[in-house]
């Protein structure tokens, strides 16, 4: 066994030196933006990094966030990030036109390094994990730039995919813009969480920002009741297919369309069809009324 052991590490030695082996373990860049797809602002961005960093892994996680919808942004940057290694660098270009209320940062949060704006969206992160280090970025006057995705924060993220400190591109801060939306409020005697919607998915399920974490501490055990618009639920389930009773024949069943509230994979709760989707039976959004912002409550009894 142990000559065993000492021909696989020789072999395990050999491949990391071979270019296959480093390109797996090569920086990883994501992007997640307002751009859509029509404008040549996403190339522009891989061509920048690839310029500054020719083996870099650049992986697009979305390009279709609704323009300046910072709450949006927030939910599928904190829903994607856990799934990339540790190291990986998330630009987030949503509202990142630099101004002197929306300053240009980097941070340093559960491992994963973050280039966006100072302007709420990662509050849906740091209010769980506090980030190990935050910096202002001041190297706008080094960077000729009208699009900051693109200029600044491209050099930020290939400074860090390098291995360099936060502290070269910016001056320590000590918080992180909040914004309102993101927070739940609970009542002063814990009866009652009011929340919004703050996405609707591509099956049209409406997403809010009542956390799994927030609904349990705040239940203790009680009964309660979702409610959103004029729909009452009794029941979280944890899987859309909880819903239906699969001891009744499949050719009986009558479950597509099926409303139903749930803790998402996001463990947010979500408001959804089973089997709905925006082009055949419609879904949550369109068939019950619900919209970005619209209220949801949680009321204990």
């Not at 190291?87 to 270009?93: D, W």
């Not at 996001?266 to 068939?287: C, M, P, Q, R, W």
């Amino acid at each position: 066994m142990f000559f065993f052991n000492r021909f696989l590490l020789v072999i395990i030695e050999t491949l990391a030196d071979q270019p296959l082996f480093k390109q797996i373990n090569m920086a990883v860049i994501t992007l997640t933006t307002d751009f859509g797809i029509k404008d040549p602002s996403v190339g522009s961005v891989k061509g920048a990094l690839l310029a500054l960093l020719p083996d870099v892994n650049i992986i697009d996680i979305t390009h279709a966030i609704a323009p300046f919808n910072i709450p949006e942004a927030a939910y599928i940057i904190k829903g994607a990030y856990k799934s990339f290694p540790q190291g990986t660098v998330h630009i987030i270009g949503v509202d990142s036109e630099l101004s002197p209320e929306n300053k240009h940062i980097a941070l340093l949060l559960d491992g994963h390094y973050f280039v966006c704006a100072n302007n709420g969206i990662m509050s849906m992160l740091s209010n769980h994990i506090a980030p190990q280090k935050i910096v202002e970025i001041n190297i706008h006057n080094q960077v000729h730039t009208s699009f900051p995705a693109l200029d600044v924060f491209v050099h930020v993220a290939c400074h860090i995919a390098r291995g360099g400190d936060l502290g070269v591109i910016g001056k320590p801060i000590d918080s992180i813009k909040p914004i309102r939306d993101l927070t739940p409020n609970v009542s002063d005697d814990q009866t009652k969480i009011m929340g919004y919607v703050i996405y609707v998915d591509n099956y049209g399920n409406v997403v809010t920002n009542i956390s799994r974490d927030l609904f349990l501490k705040t239940q203790k055990g009680r009964s309660y009741k979702v409610n959103a618009r004029n729909y009452t639920f009794e029941t979280i389930y944890e899987t859309y297919t909880d819903i239906v009773n699969f001891e009744i024949p499949a050719s009986e069943r009558q479950d597509e369309g099926k409303k139903l509230a749930l803790f998402n994979g996001s463990d947010f709760l979500e408001i959804a069809l089973y089997k709905g989707n925006t082009g055949h039976v419609g879904g949550a959004s369109t068939l019950m009324g619900l919209r970005e912002r619209d209220v949801v409550t949680v009321n204990f009894i």
